[in-house]
């Protein structure tokens, strides 16, 4: 069963950065694409990022590319989404999700665990 546990969230100025972090436990993980996903009150949940298993394949939302970048260390069980040049609409609810697929996907039904989500919040 694998299990996530997002980190790194706070506030930052519009212009700044923040590294999330997602650890991840279960033997199985090595095998898994992850995903982040984000959700600003009183919208929907969207895509942010993904990585494939393999960590050669990544994708971004057009909102995000340039500027945030997805990685993952298979031997620390952690995938990491590193937010540079933040602005006031990046601010929402961070979620990382797993797939067993391991293929990486913008859809969230791709994905079969999630973890609690971390608070991000941009000033602007």
């Known amino acids: 069963q694998v299990q996530l546990v997002e980190s790194g969230g706070g506030l930052v100025q519009a212009g700044g950065s923040l590294r999330l972090s997602c650890a991840v436990s279960?033997?199985?993980?090595?095998?898994?694409?992850t995903g982040w996903f984000r959700q600003a009150p009183g919208k929907e949940r969207e895509f942010v990022a993904t990585?494939?298993?393999?960590?050669?394949?990544?994708y971004y939302a057009d909102s995000v590319k340039g500027r945030f970048t997805i990685s993952r260390d298979n031997a620390k069980s952690t995938v990491y989404l590193q937010m540079n040049s933040l602005k006031a609409e990046d601010t929402a609810v961070y979620y990382c999700?797993?797939?067993?697929?391991?293929?990486?996907?913008?859809?969230?039904?791709?994905?079969?665990?999630w973890g609690q989500g971390t608070q991000v919040t941009v000033s602007s």
């Open positions: 999700a797993a797939s067993r697929s391991g293929r990486g996907s913008e859809w969230s039904g791709e994905y079969d665990v």
């Open positions: 279960g033997r199985t993980f090595s095998t898994y694409a």
């Open positions: 990585i494939r298993w393999t960590g050669t394949y990544t």
